[in-house]
């Protein structure tokens, strides 16, 4: 079964570096999201994007955070200037083309720690 | 979205239906039910959702009341590699975002 592949597995940054998560969402995907989860937390929306745009964003996704589709393949999230409670797991997820009720399929995370 | 109340755990006993109930009294028409599932360490796993009808897959089933202002999961014959945390959304068609809650956690018990 096709599955959404996130890279590396865990991440860890000092204070301040930029840092870039990167996910290889299902084939023929179109929809793509990014959503994290702090420690203990629950498991929150960062941002969606489609057709090389963003298409909803939270209040968590503000300008020290981009996403892009470099390729027909990639789909990375870049934080700029990395706080320490950017520290999280970071889930991508994928949904083909078509209505927004269709099913988001998730990778198995990113686990970034900052120093 | 509708808000969704579930209990924060579970035991079931492996081999017997796992039945997970959910509450979402002030779902709209057009918001379907989805129901996902985190294993330790793991990404959320899609399980089923619905609309209006029952529906059934290869995991589960759900069973939706005929008001929609509840839904239970059911998991046929629970083994100890289905113990979770469950998740109970709710999300209108149009809508992009999936807003996770609590959750159940679901312990299969040998």
């Known amino acids: 079964e096709p599955e959404v592949t996130q890279t590396p597995s865990h991440q860890v940054t000092q204070m301040g570096q930029e840092v870039i998560l990167r996910c290889v969402p299902i084939?023929?995907?179109?929809?793509f999201y990014w959503y994290r989860q702090i420690l203990g937390q629950k498991v929150e929306f960062l941002v969606s994007?489609?057709?090389?745009?963003?298409?909803?964003k939270s209040e968590i996704f503000d300008d020290q955070f981009s996403v892009e589709r470099p390729d027909g393949s990639n789909f990375t999230l870049k934080i700029r200037s990395t706080k320490l409670e950017d520290s999280a797991m970071y889930f991508c997820?994928?949904?083909?083309?078509?209505?927004?009720?269709?099913?988001?399929?998730f990778g198995d995370g990113t686990r970034l720690s900052i120093l | 979205d509708a808000k969704t109340t579930q209990p924060p755990s579970m035991d079931c006993a492996e081999g017997r239906a796992a039945n997970l109930p959910c509450n979402h009294s002030?779902?709209?028409?057009?918001?379907?039910v989805y129901w996902y599932r985190q294993i330790h360490s793991q990404g959320p796993q899609y399980i089923i959702h619905?609309?209006?009808n029952n529906e059934t897959n290869e995991m589960a089933s759900l069973i939706i009341t005929e008001d929609r202002k509840s839904s239970t999961l059911i998991l046929p014959h629970a083994t100890l590699r289905d113990t979770a945390v469950y998740y109970c959304?709710?999300?209108?068609?149009?809508?992009?975002?999936?807003?996770f809650g609590s959750g159940t956690q679901l312990t299969v018990l040998p």
């Open positions: 997820a994928s949904t083909p083309g078509g209505g927004a009720w269709q099913p988001q399929h």
């Open positions: 994007f489609y057709n090389n745009e963003i298409s909803e």
């Open positions: 084939s023929n995907h179109l929809y």
């Open positions: 619905g609309l209006k």
């Open positions: 959304i709710v999300k209108a068609g149009s809508a992009r975002q999936l807003t």
């Open positions: 002030t779902i709209s028409g057009n918001e379907y």
